[in-house]
């Protein structure tokens, strides 16, 4: 089955950096890699995704690449804000009859004043 | 309307009550997920319903058993818990066949067993 290694497991940053988290994959089959930020006592909550067909998505200040040779994909958040304090976990599917996501171990992200 | 929607919020149990978690969505999606959430930890899949048939079973214990009445509903049948299976249980919908297939979680059902 599918294995996702996620890492930094902790991440501080000030406010304004930048904050990279990567993740691997080891199912090359796989083709789907959405990332989800999840707030403490909420629901993870979809921030971004890509498909295996595109290397790089942006939408405002989040960021994902993907890199299918070596099986990397990466977020990154710039000018961070505090409200990006969250934890995050990066996933991975192949896709058909219904997606069977295998999420990374999440990184909790601080961005400090 | 991105919304899937989960009942009960919160819910403490003793380890011979029988009780159910519920799940709705209006997106028109034909695929529901059950996952469980402990602290720390990532979403672990429990069950996947494709066409409300269940398609995936991540070799969950028997005292979780679930129900897909039809393609808006989930259910979670709860009989015979252990303390260790409190955590947050999760639904999410998302689309059949679309590439990306994007997963839409609910709010989640918070279960303590007692």
């Known amino acids: 089955g599918e294995n996702v290694e996620q890492h930094p497991s902790t991440l501080s940053v000030q406010e304004g950096d930048s904050a990279v988290i990567k993740c691997t994959y080891s199912?090359?089959?796989?083709?789907?890699f959405p990332w989800y930020k999840q707030e403490l006592g909420k629901r993870p909550q979809l921030i971004i995704d890509?498909?295996?067909?595109?290397g790089e998505k942006k939408d405002q200040r989040i960021a994902v690449t993907l890199n299918k040779t070596a099986k990397h994909f990466s977020l990154h958040i710039t000018e961070t804000q505090p409200e990006d304090s969250a934890v995050y976990f990066c996933?991975?599917?192949?896709?058909?009859?219904?997606?069977?996501?295998?999420f990374g171990t999440g990184t909790r992200l601080q961005v400090t004043l | 309307d991105t919304e899937v929607t989960q009942t009960p919020k919160h819910l403490v149990m003793g380890m011979t009550n029988k009780k159910s978690l519920k799940c709705e969505q209006h997106?028109?999606?034909?695929?529901m997920y059950w996952y469980k959430q402990k602290a720390k930890k990532p979403p672990e899949l429990m069950f996947v319903?494709?066409?409300?048939?269940?398609?995936i079973n991540e070799s969950v214990p028997s005292r979780f058993s679930p129900e897909c009445p039809n393609s808006s509903l989930l259910n979670l049948h709860l009989h015979a818990l252990q303390p260790e299976d409190s955590a947050l249980y999760l639904c999410?919908?998302?689309?059949?066949?679309?590439?990306?297939?994007?997963?839409?979680f609910g709010e989640g059902s918070w279960l303590t067993v007692v």
């Open positions: 997106m028109g999606h034909r695929a």
């Open positions: 996933a991975a599917s192949s896709t058909g009859t219904a997606s069977k996501l295998t």
């Open positions: 999410a919908s998302s689309p059949v066949g679309v590439p990306g297939n994007t997963i839409y």
């Open positions: 890509i498909r295996s067909n595109v």
């Open positions: 199912d090359s089959a796989s083709n789907y």
């Open positions: 319903y494709s066409y409300e048939k269940l398609s």
